[in-house]
């Protein structure tokens, strides 16, 4: 899972024409689809009609997107954090078990302490860290296997203390991004200044499966034996980003990167799996375009700036086994960045602002979770029809008030 979105992952290149619209089908995925006995689930690729409306601002004229907010939607008390607080990134392993990471006293030029949260059931209570260089994505598979990645550290918490490895010994230079575990062995991504890497852990012991691969990685999965990951590559002559996905038969199998859609200035933030043949991935259309970072950015000789400073327009991709398509969602504008499933016909993902987008198999509508702030990430609780959400209110500001949303599955609706 996903905490945090690194500045140097993502440079741009200016001159980039903004993206099409519409579906576009990527190749066939070759290894990874064969890989699979699996039947193809639905491909959902029937765009919905808009379930948002928009309205027109009496000062510029411009139009904008306003999405009801639904009533299924709740705050619930968590811990209180000190000032300039917010929350990145959820992991719901059941009902009475769950955590939450983000950061507190931070500022608009400071991330902040890292900062872990536990739901038990009934309440949530914080979750003393062992020293931590800042965090790079966390995940969990049950109360007793937590693994939270710091920027050149990884902690595991086994039920009654962490123990800190260090991968790369005292190097600084290399830096997580992400960590996913699986039956035992974690997977964990990063880049330094050669490029990005995988780090793969098992009974204490980690080793690269490959360094030095082009592109940015910003999120991985592992689940049921197949791992994936997202980000983003260059495209050619520094004409901007377009998506990337790699995927791989674990244990050690090699990684292969899968056709997609060639989307100009498209960049993906979250992955989740459904099984080997139902994945989404989530992300960005980045207006301008982009360049992934490969090592050395200066190759592109224009001017780079933060990507949080060019509009987006959101990007949702889905594998069916066969090929990789771009899904139409009813949402004009912003990122997304978190994505979670209870089945084929039951998608969910954060959207930009505090709306969350819902696939049924079918059709995609959009609901808002709350008046105020920015969803950043969303999880399917097992055992119910639930949904955690955190976030933050005025992020990246002294201001910054952190929050935890809980979606009644079984609720009123909206």
Known sequence: MKIAQRAVALVLCASLATACSGERDGGSGGAAAKASPTPALGTGTTPSAPAHQTDTSPASGEKSTRVVRSPRWKQVRSVPLRDASRL????????????????????????????MQRWNGRTWSRVPLPPLSGPGGFDATGPDDVWLAGASEVSHWDGRRWAVRRPFGISEDERFSDVSVHNGQVLLIGSDESGSFVVSGEDGEFEFQFPGR???FNAITFRAGHAWIVGAKSRESCAGLTPMV???????SSWKEMRLPDIPGGSLRAVAQISPT????????????GNAHEGDPSSCSDAYESAEDRPTTPLVLHWDG????????PLTEGSLTGVTAFGPDDVWVAGHESVLLHFDGRKWTAESASDRGTV?????????????AVGAIDEWTDQGQDFVLRRDGRGPRG
């Open 88 to 115: 990145a990134d959820v992991v719901a392993t059941g009902p009475d078990a769950a955590w939450a990471v983000g950061y507190e006293d931070g500022a608009e030029d400071n991330e902040g302490v890292p900062v």
């Open 214 to 216: 082009a592109g940015a």
């Open 246 to 252: 790699l995927h791989s038969r674990q244990k050690r």
């Open 278 to 289: 139902d994945v989404w991935a989530v992300g960005e259309i980045i207006k301008g375009g």
């Open 322 to 329: 066969r090929l990789w398509r771009q899904m139409t969602v």
């Open 376 to 388: 950043k990430a969303v999880a399917a609780i097992p055992g119910t029809k639930d949904l955690w």
